[in-house]
T-cell receptor
Framework: GAGVSQSPSNKVTEKGKDVELRCDPI?????LYWYRQSLGQGLEFLIY????????KSGLPSDRFSAERTGGSVSTLTIQRTQQEDSAVYLC??????????FGSGTRLTVV | KQEVTQIPAALSVPEGENLVLNCSFT??????LQWFRQDPGKGLTSLLL?????REQTSGRLNASLDKSSGRSTLYIAASQPGDSATYLC?????????FGAGTTVTVRA
């Protein structure tokens, strides 16, 4: 597609449930990033995929968070046993590697 | 760890005024610096990308400068319009990822 696509755009889940967030990057972009933006806060880096290399997971806040990228394209961010502090907007971005990032519209996650 | 500071945190101006948004960062070893705009409840829209070898970049009413050695970038918006109301984010790119400031929230009054 022309841009970075994220789904769902909104997700409300009960505390303790697992959620999956999807990101479809721009075709041909080798790098893919996940960020989190909590209410009134700046963007927090979560994880980075570059080509077929092992992902950089150093930004993941706990072992309840995991992400994968299949075939160097679509990525899924999974949050297990969700907690209320996980409520945030989760943003995905892709990059061709040299000239800037393009962000998706984000998934707004609300844990009740 | 890259620390990014944006001043002012908020700005309210009448339509037609020029805007000056400041960004400073602690680690000058960056590849690029991007300025983004974020509307309430929306994702990020890229405005300008300045490569580390460049001093400035222009697009329409927007101009961004970069002084990598001193860790500063400034975004200028000429002849502001109500449609420019948004949060503006500065993001230097390091080895791994973009680092973000908290942003400057701009309100342009008609």
């Amino acid at each position: 597609g022309a841009g970075v696509s994220q789904s769902p755009s909104n997700k409300v889940t009960e505390k303790g449930k697992d959620v999956e967030l999807r990101c479809d990057p721009i075709s041909g972009h080798t790098a893919l990033y996940w960020y989190r933006q909590s209410l009134g806060q700046g963007l927090e880096f979560l994880i980075y995929f570059q080509g077929n290399s092992a992902p950089d997971k150093s930004g993941l806040p706990s072992d309840r968070f995991s992400a994968e990228r299949t075939g160097g394209s679509v990525s899924t961010l999974t949050i297990q046993r969700t907690q209320q502090e996980d409520s945030a907007v989760y943003l995905c971005a892709s990059s061709p590697g040299t000239f800037g990032y393009t962000f998706g519209s984000g998934t707004r996650l609300t844990v009740v | 760890k890259q620390e990014v500071t944006q001043i002012p945190a908020a700005l309210s101006v009448p339509e037609g005024e020029n805007l000056v948004l400041n960004c400073s960062f602690t680690d000058s070893a960056i590849y690029n610096l991007q300025w983004f705009r974020q509307d309430p409840g929306k994702g990020l829209t890229s405005l300008l990308l300045i490569q580390s070898s460049q001093r400035e970049q222009t697009s329409g009413r927007l101009n961004a400068s970069l002084d990598k050695s001193s860790g500063r970038s400034t975004l200028y918006i000429a002849a502001s319009q109500p449609g420019d109301s948004a949060t503006y984010l500065c993001a230097p790119e390091g080895d791994r990822e973009l680092s973000f400031g908290a942003g400057t929230t701009v309100t342009v009054r008609a």
